[in-house]
Each structure stands twice: as structure tokens, then as C-alpha cells.
């Protein structure tokens, strides 16, 4: 049995279904299906009952367990290998929000290959809260952004807070009616975003969600810095992009509205039951005198 079939059934259970699980590991959904009927046809058993959420078998259980424990077998060689290495080598698994990548992933990688020279960087952008379920699922081993109020699985070290402002694009047909307006006046305005929680995990009608008149998520931060300022919608930025960036100008923010300004702290976070590497925990070092050096 391969590790690809293997890596499909773990997926298929952790997520909850065959569409979520395509999605985690960047498959078609016909493709997770091909996969699993091929497994089943090779040992001649089924292995999940096809329900929502999809439920194992006895076969299929003893196969999941198979895969638990040659998942956990590969991260102790790999920690292994790093150790036999030494701890100035080795590669640093790290997800990023689009944010962090922006302001600050240039100079830190920049930094910290000149002090150790033998690192190598696997780096992912993604968007804050998706980055969670990355550092989860093991798919990196650091996260660096944003950090969500329900983290007790995790160990999170916080470098700073940043304000995000509510922008609007002085093109915007609304743009005189918002500056002035109350809180009403959001729901005529499209939240342009790059992520936000299915409703079913987030319904109270209070979200953020529901200020406003509709919401596209657009991962891309420089696109949406371009159609907020081409009058398209709303969206939040962090105050050194707002006003380090080219069309500056061009935006204004609604400070006047009860969430103008939403504070939230950034920094780096590991899953608290798996040991970093070596080469992991001495970026974790290193960001953190970095940032302290920038705090004193």
C-alpha cells in the first residue's frame, strides 16, 4: 500500500468528507474516489461506509491505524535525521499569512541563511486560518500570523500587535456616504477578504459576515489593495501597508465605525505535542530576539 493511498484515507476521515479531503491535498475529488475504490478492489473489502461524514469500517479502521503509525514512524526519522545532522542543518517547514510574508518573511529568511548557511526553507503563503489547519495537520511544522482565540492545542509566542484598518477605495460609489455614515450604511458594500470560517462554523448572526452586503475571499493581498482602491469594495490592511503602498492615496479609512480597527496578535505557533527539530526551534530562537530587539 502506498503512502499517497494512505495520506487519502487519513484526509478523507480528518476532514470529514471526499470534497474536503481533495481539497486538503490538492485533488480532485474523482481522484480521492479512484483512490479509495482502488484500495478496496486490492484487498477486496470496503473500507468506509459512504455517509455524511463518511464512517469506517473494521477494515478501514485497521487501515487508518496503519497509516497513524507510519505517519508517526516518518516524523521520528525525520527529527532523527535532523539531530544526526546537528542543529545547524536542516530545513525549516514554515506557513505564513499573506501579511507576514509581506512584511517580514524577506528580511527574517534573508537573516537567518546568513547566520546559518546550511538551512533550507520550505515556505507556504496562505491565508491566516487555513494556516492553522497546515500546522495541524502536520503539513508545516511552524505557523507565523495571525493568532485565532482557540488555539489550546498549540504553543503560540507572540511578537506583536497589529491594527488592521477598514478601507475603503475613494472611487467607491458610497465612498462620501460611508466616511460620514453609521453602521447601516456597511451593508450596502462588498467585504473584500481573504478568508472567512464556513457559515456553519460561525453563525451566530453577530460575525463579521453579516455587517456587511456580501463577501468575496480573494487569497491575493495586492489584488484586493487593488480593487478596494478602484472602488470595488471594503477590506482591512494593516496599518504599515496602508501606508507604505503605492495607491495610499487612493484609500481612505472608516475609522469612525465600531470594527474601523480590529487589533490582533501576530506570531509564531507550533503544535504543543510534537517536538520542533532542531533547525525549527532555532527559527523560533532567532524571530524571537528579532522581535524583541524591535519591541525594546
Not at 75 to 84: G, H, P, T, Y
Not at 109 to 117: A, D, E, I
Not at 221 to 239: H, K
Request: glycine share 6%; aromatic share 6%; charged share 25%.
Amino acid at each position: 500500500m502506498e503512502i499517497h493511498e494512505l495520506e487519502v484515507l487519513t484526509a478523507i476521515i480528518e476532514t470529514g468528507g471526499f470534497g474536503k479531503a481533495a481539497k486538503r491535498l490538492s485533488l480532485t475529488q474523482s481522484a480521492i474516489s479512484q483512490t479509495i475504490a482502488r484500495i478496496e478492489r486490492r484487498i477486496g473489502s470496503p473500507l468506509l461506509v459512504r455517509s455524511a461524514p463518511p464512517r469506517l469500517t473494521p477494515a478501514g479502521q485497521r487501515v487508518l491505524d496503519f497509516a497513524q503509525g507510519i505517519f508517526h514512524e516518518l516524523q521520528c526519522l525525520e527529527r532523527d535525521l535532523a539531530d544526526i545532522q546537528g542543529p545547524t542543518a536542516g530545513r525549516v517547514r514554515l506557513g505564513a499569512s499573506q501579511m507576514v510574508t509581506d512584511l517580514h518573511l524577506e528580511r527574517l529568511v534573508r537573516r537567518f541563511s546568513r547566520k546559518h548557511p546550511r538551512a533550507s526553507f520550505d515556505l507556504a503563503t496562505v491565508p491566516s486560518r487555513e494556516l492553522v489547519i497546515l500546522v495541524r495537520d502536520e503539513r508545516c511544522e511552524l505557523g507565523f500570523g495571525p493568532l485565532q482565540q482557540q488555539m489550546r492545542d498549540f504553543e503560540c509566542l507572540p511578537f506583536y500587535q497589529q491594527h488592521m484598518r477598514l478601507v475603503i477605495g475613494k472611487r467607491h460609489p458610497a465612498h462620501a456616504a460611508l466616511v460620514r455614515g453609521g453602521e447601516e450604511d456597511l451593508k450596502r458594500v462588498v467585504l473584500l477578504t481573504s478568508y472567512l470560517d464556513p457559515v456553519e462554523n460561525r453563525p451566530n448572526r453577530q460575525r463579521l459576515r453579516y455587517r456587511f452586503q456580501s463577501v468575496w475571499q480573494i487569497a491575493s493581498l495586492e489584488l484586493r489593495i487593488r480593487l478596494i482602491a478602484r472602488g470595488m469594495g471594503v477590506g482591512y490592511l494593516p496599518e504599515p501597508i496602508l501606508k507604505a503602498h503605492p495607491l495610499r492615496k487612493e484609500l481612505q479609512a472608516l475609522s469612525r465605525y465600531e470594527l474601523g480597527n480590529i487589533a490582533r496578535d501576530v506570531g509564531i505557533y507550533y503544535h504543543k505535542a510534537r517536538p520542533l527539530t532542531p533547525m525549527a526551534q532555532l527559527f523560533v530562537d532567532f524571530c524571537v530576539a528579532d522581535f524583541g530587539k524591535k519591541n525594546a
